[in-house]
């Protein structure tokens, strides 16, 4: 199976400052037609998980553009250009590369 | 709109089982893969399951294969997770999501299942 890891576990920001998020793979995530299958979710207090980047880079539908996703086969970024409070939540990556599907363990973002 | 409401869980004694159903509308429910996903207490998602758009091809975490079952019917719009000898550790919330792009784009509200005796 593939491994998931994400860096930090907590994150403490200031509102408008801006927010990164690392996240690993133990097997590159890039398949032959290019793409990373590498997704980023955030789970608000109380609500079911939602999409906001897939594909590595690709924000979803409805998504603010301070969110991007960048990186390649085993390493990840998700990043907050200016964090809102609306953003406090735990945000998991996914990895949809090779079954079983395995998620990180959650970074939980709050602010200062 | 896309919408996906999951029913079904409640407690249940260990060993016993639970057949959960997630009813899709908004979209072509028979055009996407669909996923089951669970969330422990206070704990993080764990994958649980998946299904081709035509039920050709399934795949399971490794932890509820043999025990648990999903399907489909498309002609109802609907998904649904079969959970036999269920145990303590299956105690989660447990999401529907429809699937494209490798990504879970769209997620229920959850249903619970509680293993106790």
């Known amino acids: 199976d593939i491994v998931m890891t994400q860096s930090p576990l907590s994150l403490p920001v200031t509102p408008g400052e801006p927010a990164s998020i690392s996240c690993r793979s133990s097997?590159?995530?890039?398949?032959?037609?290019?793409?990373?299958?590498l997704d980023w979710y955030l789970q608000k207090p109380g609500q079911s998980p939602q999409l906001l980047i897939y594909?590595?880079?690709n924000r979803a539908s409805g998504v603010p553009d301070r969110f991007s996703g960048s990186g390649s086969g085993t390493d990840f970024t998700l990043k907050i250009s200016r964090v809102e409070a609306e953003d406090v939540g735990v945000y998991y990556c996914?990895?949809?590369?090779?079954?079983?599907?395995?998620f990180g363990p959650g970074t939980r973002l709050e602010t200062k | 709109e896309v919408q996906l409401v999951e029913s079904g869980g409640g407690l249940v004694q260990p060993g016993g089982s639970l057949r959960l159903s997630c009813a899709a509308s908004?979209?072509?429910?028979?055009?996407?893969?669909m996923d089951w996903v669970r969330q422990a207490p206070g704990k993080g998602l764990e994958w649980v399951a998946n299904i081709k758009q035509d039920g050709s091809e399934k795949s399971y975490v490794d932890s509820v294969t043999g025990r648990f079952t999903i399907s489909r019917d498309n002609a109802k719009n609907s998904l649904y997770l079969q959970m036999n000898s269920l145990r303590a550790e299956d105690t989660a919330v447990y999401y529907c999501?429809?699937?494209?792009?490798?990504?879970?784009?769209?997620w229920g509200q959850g249903t619970v299942v509680t293993v106790s005796s």
């Open positions: 097997q590159s995530l890039l398949h032959s037609n290019g793409y990373n299958y």
């Open positions: 996914m990895q949809g590369r090779q079954s079983p599907i395995t």
């Open positions: 908004g979209f072509t429910f028979s055009n996407y893969w």
């Open positions: 594909l590595g880079s």
């Open positions: 999501a429809r699937g494209r792009d490798g990504a879970l784009h769209s």
